[in-house]
């Protein structure tokens, strides 16, 4: 581990240098190439037989859901805090809207392209093809979000938690969508996308049974009571080690889009084939074995963006408390906001709609130990869990997720 993660903080140290010394990162162009190995990225892609055009790559997220017989539909879904965020909704060309309502929610440091990085693979486009209205939700760290009052570059913008993603934007857009559609809502979380419906359906739970039909969390990070190899644990130096590094730029999250570092990780990384094995390496630490396809490495590097300070950091706190709790704000004002110098657990024995829990077989992020304590812990009578063998972030990019993974969320939704 000690050599692992010198490797790594020296990776960031690096790249932060270059931040500090405002040395220009010049992109190597819009390549849309991809290929089927590592090594043919680094021999010729223009004329490798194992490489060829991809008409996703480097194109505008309207293009992506036109290449795949889609409209991305934009609608500002405004919460109670008057953050306004954006949340997209699919429609097949020349068609109506689908039938039953899904909503996909992602995980931290990403935003909604994560559903739709992996061509027809992808699990907005499975699912609108199968007939499904699909909707694709946006947390308000992203660059898809605003304020009513408040610039993205005032710190106040940034005063906010996992507690505010469950409590205020999940139940905005929930009310939003039955609003405008009058129907209960299939949800679809990854990550910190099941993190928020665990805010949301234990503290808000009567209103979670009048929007939500059932709810499907995959690789969720609730308790965190096995933390070894996990960064929000046993790595959570390395990740306060990153934080500090991103506010020293004075950067409103670890990983702005378009940033220099958002630029530098993707031309790093895609420089010679040893940095991207080298890349490969430290994300397979972080978030379990990769096992994704080499064609999708670009797509995955392009989605690793964002990442609200509070939220990292409150994922660090469940990692030292072993607690799903609110933000800790410090003794002083956890004693002002919750009458409590500690602050207080969700209690997910409050949730009271169908939910099922999906977990990575190898996932280091989302430790599956973790995932089956909380089932046993928790579970109603209407909870199921399952186990996929994937890492973190495999379930976004694999090509095999259409046998292996969307048959289990087919009959998880069917048995409801």
């Known amino acids: 581990m000690q050599t692992l993660s010198f490797d790594i903080v020296l990776f960031f140290c690096n790249l932060f240098a270059l931040i500090r010394e405002n040395v220009v990162v010049v992109s190597s162009g819009q390549?849309?190439?991809?290929?089927?190995?590592?090594?043919?990225?680094?021999?010729?892609?223009?004329?490798?037989?194992?490489?060829?055009?991809?008409?996703?790559?480097?194109?505008?997220?309207?293009?992506?859901?036109?290449?795949h017989g889609f409209i991305l539909e934009k609608h500002t879904v405004e919460t109670d805090d008057r953050y306004q965020l954006t949340t997209f909704r699919l429609k097949k060309i020349d068609k109506n809207y689908g039938n039953k309502v899904i909503f996909l929610q992602h995980g931290l440091m990403a935003d909604f392209t994560s559903f739709i990085f992996n061509?027809?693979?992808?699990?907005?486009?499975?699912?609108?093809?199968?007939?499904?209205?699909?909707w694709l939700g946006n947390y308000r760290d992203t660059e898809y979000c605003s304020h009513k009052y408040l610039k993205r570059t005032d710190p106040k913008y940034w005063e906010f938690s996992i507690?505010?993603?469950?409590?205020?934007?999940?139940?905005?857009?929930?009310?939003?969508?039955?609003?405008?559609?009058?129907?209960k809502i299939i949800y679809i979380g990854h990550s910190m996308g099941g993190t928020g419906m665990g805010v949301y359906a234990s503290s808000k739970n009567?209103?979670?049974?009048?929007?939500?039909?059932?709810?499907?969390?995959?690789?969720?990070?609730?308790?965190?009571?096995?933390?070894?190899?996990?960064?929000?644990?046993e790595y959570s130096p390395i990740a306060m080690l990153l934080m500090e590094l991103s506010k020293l730029a004075n950067y409103p999250v670890l990983l702005p889009e378009g940033s220099v570092p958002y630029r530098f990780i993707s031309d790093f990384c895609m420089g010679s084939l040893n940095k991207l094995r080298f890349c490969l390496m430290v994300f397979g630490t972080v978030s379990g074995p990769i096992k994704y396809d080499a064609d999708r490495t670009p797509f995955a590097l392009k989605v690793l963006k964002n990442g609200n300070y509070n939220s990292v950091m409150q994922y660090i706190q469940f990692g030292r408390s072993g607690e799903f709790q609110k933000f800790d704000y410090g003794k002083?004002?956890?004693m002002v906001l919750y009458n409590s110098?500690?602050?207080?657990?969700?209690?997910?024995?409050?949730?009271?709609?169908?939910?099922?829990?999906?977990?990575?077989?190898?996932?280091?992020?989302?430790?599956?130990?973790?995932?089956?304590?909380?089932?046993?812990?928790?579970?109603?009578?209407?909870?199921?869990?399952?186990?996929?063998?994937?890492?973190?972030?495999?379930?976004?990019f694999s090509r095999d997720v259409v046998d292996k993974f969307y048959p289990l969320l087919l009959n998880s939704i069917k048995r409801i």
């Open 31 to 67: 390549n849309t190439r991809v290929c089927d190995t590592s090594e043919a990225y680094f021999d010729h892609p223009e004329t490798n037989k194992n490489c060829r055009i991809d008409k996703d790559l480097n194109v505008s997220v309207n293009e992506i859901a036109k290449n």
């Open 119 to 134: 061509g027809n693979n992808s699990i907005a486009f499975f699912f609108g093809n199968l007939g499904y209205d699909v």
């Open 163 to 183: 507690d505010d993603n469950g409590f205020y934007d999940l139940s905005a857009n929930f009310k939003y969508i039955y609003k405008k559609v009058n129907k």
């Open 206 to 233: 009567k209103e979670a049974q009048k929007f939500i039909e059932q709810a499907i969390v995959v690789c969720p990070i609730f308790h965190i009571k096995h933390p070894t190899g996990s960064l929000f644990g």
């Open 332 to 334: 002083k004002k956890n």
């Open 341 to 396: 110098t500690v602050p207080p657990s969700y209690n997910l024995s409050n949730i009271n709609i169908p939910m099922t829990l999906i977990y990575g077989q190898t996932d280091k992020l989302a430790n599956k130990e973790d995932i089956i304590y909380d089932y046993n812990n928790f579970k109603k009578g209407n909870w199921e869990i399952y186990g996929i063998p994937y890492n973190h972030i495999d379930i976004l």
